[in-house]
T-cell receptor, first 117, second 113 residues
């Protein structure tokens, strides 16, 4: 079974530029998550989708971050404009999205490492 | 509010010795607890979880964890550590009436040969 795919793996940009990350979850997984992991910290949830609807985006900096999952499968996370403090690893995860979603294991992709100069 | 604490930034053990990685949590409600491991330049890999039932949970690669409600702890253990267990370990908690999975800051485990 293929895992969660993410691209690109690495990205270097200058501040005030824009950047986009792509995620393809495990086939059949209805729930998709984007996390931000700053060096030395645990992952922090940015946004959670159930199919193509947003479940939780309370920690997404909406003035510069946006995410979409139009067809309920792939997702993109965009930052515009980027700031120095956005340098981090952006992790995508997915889970089945059943009625017991809170108990489900989340499966993570390899992440995209972003460096903002 | 929910939170997870991993009191040790680093754990160093010799190969073949027991390994323990500590985790305590604070939640309002029943907790769902998870352990993940992260190798360099890789995503997080699931090790085990506690949902309900037996307080001792067995997981991947010989790891186990014990849920202790009175001490609000969920320590990860392995009876005999391997050099290949050297990695970054994260504890995470989710409450039964909430969506967000909250992670600890992580513990770096180094197993020396």
């Amino acid at each position: 079974e293929a895992g969660v795919a993410q691209s690109p793996r690495y990205k270097i940009i200058e501040k005030r530029q824009s950047v986009a990350f792509w995620c393809n979850p495990i086939s059949g997984h209805a729930t998709l998550y984007w996390y931000q992991q700053i060096l030395g910290q645990g992952p922090k949830l940015l946004i959670q989708f159930q199919n193509n609807g947003v479940v939780d985006d309370s920690q997404l900096p909406k003035d510069r971050f946006s995410a979409e999952r139009l067809k309920g499968v792939d997702s993109t996370l965009k930052i515009q404009p980027a700031k120095l403090e956005d340098s981090a690893v952006y992790l995508c995860a997915s889970s089945l999205g059943s009625s017991g979603v809170l108990q489900e294991t989340q499966y993570f992709g390899p992440g995209t490492r972003l460096l903002v100069l | 509010a929910q939170s997870v604490a991993q009191p040790e930034d680093q754990v160093n053990v010799a190969e073949g010795n027991p390994l323990t990685v500590k985790c305590t949590y604070s939640v309002s409600g029943n907790p769902y607890l998870f352990w993940y491991v992260q190798y360099p330049n890789r995503g997080l890999q699931f090790l085990l979880k506690y949902i309900t039932g037996d307080n001792l949970v067995k997981g991947s690669y010989g790891f186990e964890a014990e849920f202790n409600k009175s001490q609000t702890s969920f320590h990860l253990k392995k009876p005999s550590a391997l050099v290949s267990d050297s990695a970054l370990y994260f504890c995470a908690v989710r409450v039964s009436n909430g969506y967000k999975l909250s992670f600890g800051a992580g513990t770096t485990v180094t197993v020396r040969a």
